[in-house]
Structures are given as C-alpha cells and as structure tokens.
C-alpha cells in the first residue's frame, strides 16, 4: 500500500511539472538494498569474481520487478562483528578487515561499517527496502603471534567466548540498524553453510551448529528474520559443488552457491 501511494503521489505531481522538475520527481523514487557483513557479503571468490555474489543475485531477482531499486554493498572480506562495530581490531585476538588506516582511508571514512551504514540509513529515511547482515563467522578465527590462523573450531578449547562476543556485539549492532532504519525497514540476517562438512569432523560440525544456533537467536531476540543458509548447503556433495572448498580448499561459494544464499533471503523477504 505503501508504494501505491507513493507512485499516485509521483503521478499526481508530473501533471504539474515539467522539465527538470519531473526529472527531479523520477529520480525520487530511487530506493536502496542495503548489504552488510563480511566476505560473503563482499562476493568473494578465489577466481576473482567480485560480482556474482548473494548480494547482487538477490538485488537482481528483486530489481526484476523493482526497477527503481539500487544495490549498496558495504560488506568487507575479514569483518567480524567486532570489527563491523568498533572497527580494525588487533588480528591476534579476532579478525578485521584491515589496519585502522584503510578502515578510515579506504573503506569507511566514518570509521566502521556500522557507522557507514548508520548514515547511510540515516540519509536515506524513506528510502531503503531492505537490509541484510552476515557477520560471525571472523569472530571465530584470530592470528597467533607469528601470523599463523588460530581457529576456535578446531581447538581444544572451543568457541564458547567467540560465541558470546558475537551475540553481544550483533545485538548492539542490530539495535542501531533498527534505530537508524526505522521500524518498517526489513532487516534479515543469515546462518552459515558448514563449509567443513568434507572434514567429516563431529566436533567441528557440532560446533558451528552452536555458532548457528546463536546466531538465530540473537536475530530472533531483535526481531530480525534469519536466512537458512545451513539448510541450503546440506551434505558434503552440496559443499563441494558451490562451494570452493573441495577443489581450492577455500570456503567461499561459488555462483551457483551464492545463488542459493540469495534464494535462501528472498525466501524470507517473499515467502
């Protein structure tokens, strides 16, 4: 109803307009997806290919019908919900996209991700359909003192204070999305596919099914929908084909994969 509206109030005022005026209504009705996170969101492949990723599969099923809708992708390849919220961190204790001078230099000139979408959202009252988080995964992983990775996952130790860092971090950046989108902007959030499934490790499956679960229930306490992207990649034969994981040992999808990572959002946006 809402964008009936609006449309009868764009027709009703090109009657009067003319020129640069009518232009001026047209490019109004400009609105914005708006895609948040880390690698996934960032349409990372190993062969290169930056552009087929969830964010633009999903922005193209969407503008199928919805022209007037632009994609705006803020997601970065090492984000963790710590370094979305408070920017660069010390790589040996969680992962971050860069060095706090390529945060402010080069990627975000607010400081954060965070930040950058808050203003974003902020400028654009009105203007934004969609927004859509994937962060969590990075808070799991760190360097050690000589650059080597350290993954929880894999260690005897566990995850459980990663775990906690992500629920209380995204529920802090969660609540500023919502207070800079407004209340009747969709957020939607997601759930990691387990790229180790060919490990056939029971600890680490069992693990991330926690980080999962967490994950879900941080969304679901702020309200926010949550993509079954676990439910997407099933089975070993699934991580293999659209994901890189068992050719390349990288754990990115690939096309076809992030196809169904947008296909697993735009069942919750469209059900």
Not at 50 to 75: C, I, R
Not at 223 to 230: I, Q
Request: proline share 6%; glycine share 8%.
């Amino acid at each position: 109803m809402r964008r009936l509206l609006i449309a009868t109030a764009l027709a009703l005022t090109a009657l009067l307009a003319t020129g640069a005026g009518a232009r001026a209504d047209a490019d109004s009705a400009t609105h914005y997806y708006v895609s948040l996170g880390d690698s996934l969101a960032a349409s990372v492949q190993p062969n290169g290919d930056f552009t087929h990723g969830y964010a633009e599969q999903l922005h193209g099923a969407l503008a199928a019908t919805d022209p007037k809708l632009e994609l705006v992708k803020l997601g970065c390849g090492g984000e963790s919900s710590a370094s979305l919220r408070f920017g660069s961190r010390p790589p040996t204790e969680v992962l971050s996209c860069g060095t706090p001078r390529y945060y402010k230099n080069v990627l975000y000139p607010k400081g954060t991700q965070l930040a950058e979408a808050v203003a974003f959202l902020e400028a654009h009252k009105g203007k934004v359909s969609l927004v859509t988080i994937d962060v969590g995964a990075n808070d799991l992983q760190r360097l050690d003192a000589q650059g080597n990775p350290v993954v929880c996952l894999f260690e005897p130790v566990g995850c459980a204070a990663q775990t906690a860092a992500i629920a209380a971090n995204l529920t802090a950046i969660l609540a500023e999305l919502r207070a800079a989108a407004g209340p009747d902007v969709p957020i939607v959030g997601m759930t990691y596919y387990n790229a180790f499934l060919p490990l056939a490790d029971p600890i680490v499956d069992a693990r991330i099914a926690d980080a999962n679960a967490v994950l879900a229930a941080t969304y679901a306490a702020a309200g926010v929908p949550v993509a079954d992207v676990a439910g997407a990649f099933p089975t070993v034969a699934a991580v293999c084909a659209w994901t890189w994981f068992c050719t390349d040992a990288d754990v990115h999808p690939n096309a076809t994969g992030y196809g169904l990572i947008a296909n697993a959002f735009l069942r919750v946006i469209e059900p």
